[in-house]
């Protein structure tokens, strides 16, 4: 594997969601990357992506399914590049992006609430 590009995006060590206040910083980080996920183009590509046959795919793959241009489609996924959420391998002329599963499994580990909440009782 060569000129594999993957953002070093650091999740917050505390969600939102546990009952303590979230540091600036860590908030700042988190809402960046959760503004990756916020439109519907790149939510289509994280899934065209990721249900492709090799769990890959480059942007000439991409675009059609679509219905936007190549230099469109190669934002969006920059933009989900640089939010850790995809990685990027360079095969001659062609980049695959391909989906990092830890850093998908982290941001839904801080949005889901602790248990301690979800047992507690409503007034």
């Known amino acids: 594997m060569q000129d594999v590009g993957t953002a070093e995006t650091t999740m917050p060590v505390i969600s939102p969601l546990a009952g303590e206040p979230i540091k600036r910083a860590d908030a700042e980080r988190l809402a960046g990357v959760l503004k990756a996920f916020a439109d519907p183009a790149r939510l289509r590509l994280l899934s065209l992506i990721q249900s492709s046959p090799e ?31 995809l990685e ?36």
């Open 55 to 85: 769990g890959e795919a480059s942007v000439t793959d991409l675009t059609a399914p679509l219905g936007l241009s190549q230099p469109t489609v190669s934002h969006h996924l920059r933009i989900l590049t640089e939010a850790g959420l």
């Open 88 to 123: 990027r391998e360079k095969r001659g002329v062609w980049a695959y992006y391909r989906l990092v599963p830890s850093a998908i499994a982290a941001i839904a580990d801080l949005l889901t609430p602790p248990r301690r909440r979800a047992t507690k009782k409503t007034r």
